[in-house]
């Protein structure tokens, strides 16, 4: 019986040869969160440093993570994150009083349309062309599932509504996003860790970027989200209602799902003591932290990589 190579030695050899032409498929999968995709912004910024970006045939991310696999695809990985410790750009991305004006408490537009294609660009180009494939994850309002938007992927338009739409938070963020006619809400809502929708493509190695630790537990719905949030769902998106009242149980699957690849699947969280990070958190020296954490926590999951 030949021996399945670790998920390190698969990255160690394509690393140190530039090919991925060795009959296994590499993916990441990156989880969200809000500001807590901080984490995982430390984490591919310490993939891009560690010369990591070729090593994976498709990138999955719901949210955050989405917005982060895009980073890593478009090269701009290291420069990019400089936008979590920018006071300006935070206070203007994540201002919950505009909620009590009607305004959205996430102004996701900004972020993707001014800051991402304009204050801190990213090279869309080199994510459309990228051999390695990109697969947002949005949550579709009408059905609660999880969808793939990579099939309405064709050009930069629809790249930055398909970010928009994966990134999408129900009121916080208004509205669907509309997406080749179909509405769409945070993909969190339907899988905050795109684990399930990567191993749907069958790889033979897998890597997970968290942005909880592994003791840290999802906090419970609080109140004023379950009855503002819930009704807004209910009414207008009850599909993604059903998916949403789901979220309780969601870590309970999710974790145990890459053991099924043995040694060729890692979950990388950041590492015990790591602060919680809220997923509205605009604090940039506790971002600032938690992004270095994230950094560190990858460079020493692969140090022998880089050896």
Same mark, same amino acid.
């Given at each position: 019986m030949t021996k399945i190579p670790t998920l390190a030695e698969v990255i160690r050899a394509r690393r140190?040869?530039?090919?991925?032409?060795?009959?296994h498929r590499l993916v990441?999968?990156?989880?969200?969160?809000?500001?807590?995709?901080?984490?995982?912004?430390?984490m591919v910024k310490g993939l891009e440093e560690l010369g990591l970006a070729g090593v994976f045939d498709a990138v999955y991310g719901t949210s955050a993570g989405a917005v982060n696999g895009a980073w890593l695809l478009?090269?701009?990985?290291?420069?990019?994150?400089?936008?979590?410790?920018?006071?300006?750009?935070?206070n203007r991305v994540i201002d919950p009083r505009r909620? /009590?004006?009607?305004?959205?408490? /996430?102004?996701?537009?900004?972020?993707v349309h001014r800051v991402y294609d304009g204050l801190e660009p990213m090279d869309f180009p080199a994510i459309l062309n990228n051999s390695t494939t990109f697969h947002p994850i949005a949550t579709d309002a009408r059905t609660g599932n999880a969808i793939d938007l990579r099939p309405h992927i064709v050009d930069k338009p629809s790249l930055l509504l398909a970010l928009r739409a994966s990134a999408n938070l129900?009121?916080?963020?208004?509205?669907?996003v509309i997406l080749d006619g179909v509405p769409y809400f945070d993909g969190g809502i339907a899988e905050p860790v795109p684990i399930r929708t990567a191993l749907r493509s069958n790889p033979t190695h897998l890597l997970v970027l968290r942005t909880r630790r592994a003791d840290e537990l999802r906090p419970p719905t609080s109140r004023s989200h379950r009855v503002i949030g819930g009704n807004y769902l209910r009414l207008r998106a009850p599909g993604a209602y059903r998916a949403w009242l789901a979220r309780e149980a969601q870590r309970e699957t999710e974790d145990p799902l890459p053991t099924e690849l043995g040694g060729a699947a890692v979950q990388l969280y950041p590492p015990a003591g790591a602060p919680e990070v809220g997923s509205s958190a605009r604090d940039t020296d506790l971002l600032a932290a938690a992004l270095e954490i994230g950094r560190r926590a990858v460079h020493t999951a692969f140090a022998s990589v880089d050896a």
């Amino acid at each position: 019986m030949t021996k399945i190579p670790t998920l390190a030695e698969v990255i160690r050899a394509r690393r140190a040869t530039g090919s991925r032409a060795d009959g296994h498929r590499l993916v990441l999968a990156i989880e969200g969160g809000g500001s807590r995709g901080v984490y995982s912004s430390g984490m591919v910024k310490g993939l891009e440093e560690l010369g990591l970006a070729g090593v994976f045939d498709a990138v999955y991310g719901t949210s955050a993570g989405a917005v982060n696999g895009a980073w890593l695809l478009c090269g701009r990985a290291i420069p990019g994150m400089r936008s979590w410790t920018d006071r300006t750009i935070m206070n203007r991305v994540i201002d919950p009083r505009r909620l /009590f004006r009607g305004g959205a408490a /996430f102004d996701v537009h900004y972020l993707v349309h001014r800051v991402y294609d304009g204050l801190e660009p990213m090279d869309f180009p080199a994510i459309l062309n990228n051999s390695t494939t990109f697969h947002p994850i949005a949550t579709d309002a009408r059905t609660g599932n999880a969808i793939d938007l990579r099939p309405h992927i064709v050009d930069k338009p629809s790249l930055l509504l398909a970010l928009r739409a994966s990134a999408n938070l129900p009121i916080l963020a208004g509205g669907p996003v509309i997406l080749d006619g179909v509405p769409y809400f945070d993909g969190g809502i339907a899988e905050p860790v795109p684990i399930r929708t990567a191993l749907r493509s069958n790889p033979t190695h897998l890597l997970v970027l968290r942005t909880r630790r592994a003791d840290e537990l999802r906090p419970p719905t609080s109140r004023s989200h379950r009855v503002i949030g819930g009704n807004y769902l209910r009414l207008r998106a009850p599909g993604a209602y059903r998916a949403w009242l789901a979220r309780e149980a969601q870590r309970e699957t999710e974790d145990p799902l890459p053991t099924e690849l043995g040694g060729a699947a890692v979950q990388l969280y950041p590492p015990a003591g790591a602060p919680e990070v809220g997923s509205s958190a605009r604090d940039t020296d506790l971002l600032a932290a938690a992004l270095e954490i994230g950094r560190r926590a990858v460079h020493t999951a692969f140090a022998s990589v880089d050896a």
